[in-house]
Nanobody, 115 residues
Framework: QVQLVESGGGLVQTGGSLRLSCAAS????????MRWFRQAPGKERELVAR????????IYADSVKGRATISRDNAKNTVYLQMNGLKPEDTAVYYC????????WGQGTQVTVSS
């Protein structure tokens, strides 16, 4: 069974940093585009960042541009999201997504930024 397991979320103060990880298993990770989404209470899920299968191309939402870095390690089947300068509006559940021949989702990890 395909698995995407996020970790690294938690409670952080405004201006702090977090590094989210998403460990993938049971599919050919290196062939999939990987994305991070987030969903805040009462809001739609939004794309935060995207990375190509090789890691050579990245895209960021305007709301996190300059504060977030997405990266991947295909040898470890893991994608990361480094978030710096966190703001209360970054509070959300963060989801990892694998986009390829199929579309896979993780269960999410909560990020809470206190003001």
């Amino acid at each position: 069974q395909v698995q995407l397991v996020e970790s690294g979320g938690g409670l952080v103060q405004t201006g702090g940093s977090l590094r989210l990880s998403c460990a993938a298993s049971r599919f050919t990770f290196r062939t999939f585009v990987m994305r991070w989404f987030r969903q805040a209470p009462g809001k739609e899920r939004e794309l935060v960042a995207r990375i190509s299968s090789t890691g050579g191309s990245t895209i960021y939402a305007d709301s996190v541009k300059g504060r977030a870095t997405i990266s991947r390690d295909n040898a470890k089947n893991t994608v990361y999201l480094q978030m710096n300068g966190l703001k209360p509006e970054d509070t959300a559940v963060y989801y990892c997504n694998a986009l390829g021949s199929r579309d896979y989702w993780g269960q999410g990890t909560q990020v809470t930024v206190s003001s």
